[in-house]
Structure formats: C-alpha cells, structure tokens
C-alpha cells in the first residue's frame, strides 16, 4: 500500500489550502489517520488525527484553524483543510495510516506547505 499527499504550496499568511492524502488500495481495519509535519531543522510532530470512530486530536497549534476529514469507501482518503495559515505552518506535511491488530504503518511522501509573512 502507498499512500500519496497532495495539496500542498505556497500561499500569503491568511490563506487556505486543503492537503488530500490517497491510498493506492483500500485499507481496511483502519485504526486512525493522521497529518504529522516536520519543519526544516526541527522533529517531525502530530498535527491532527482522526480514528476509525471519527474521534479526532488536535495539535494546540492548529486548533481551532485545521479540520481532519476521512473517508474510506472505495478509495481511503484523509484530507486536512488549513484555515488561518500563519508562517510557522510552513513544513513539509505527511499522512499516516495505522491499522487495527497488526498495527501496520503506512506513511506518504510528504507534500511541502509553505506560508509566507
């Protein structure tokens, strides 16, 4: 399974974007998705995720600014809408996909955000 995100760019500080993050085949037993970003020179870190009941968790940066969503019908997505954009978001930013049992991970390549003063 290969996850690709998408959505990434640059844009004012303000602005949106909206990443998309899309499986190469269903997964199933899902446990939870997520976003996770890391910024030049810094460790990778949780942004938000959501799990297969649709609870969700939010980094105390985003919240109130980004929203997870998730589907898995035919195709498993997970999408991250960015509201208030701010510099500090500027990070490349990375899907994950956790099954149940197994525990299996699966990561995207990471899709570059970069918000500018």
């Known amino acids: 399974v290969q996850l690709q995100a998408y959505g990434g760019g640059l844009v004012q500080a303000g602005g949106s974007l909206r990443l998309s993050c899309a499986a190469s085949?269903?997964?199933?037993?899902?446990?939870?998705m997520g976003w996770y970003r890391q910024a030049q020179g810094k460790q990778r870190e949780l942004v938000a995720t959501v799990t297969s009941g649709g609870t969700t968790n939010y980094a105390d940066s985003v919240k109130g600014r980004f929203t997870i969503s998730r589907d898995n019908g035919r195709i498993t997505m997970v999408y991250l809408q960015m509201n208030s954009l701010k510099p500090e978001d500027t990070a490349t930013y990375y899907c994950?996909?956790?099954?149940?049992?197994?525990?299996?991970?699966?990561w995207g390549q990471g899709t570059q955000v970069t918000v500018s003063s």
């Open positions: 994950k996909v956790v099954t149940s049992g197994t525990r299996n991970e699966y």
């Open positions: 085949q269903r997964i199933f037993n899902i446990n939870a």
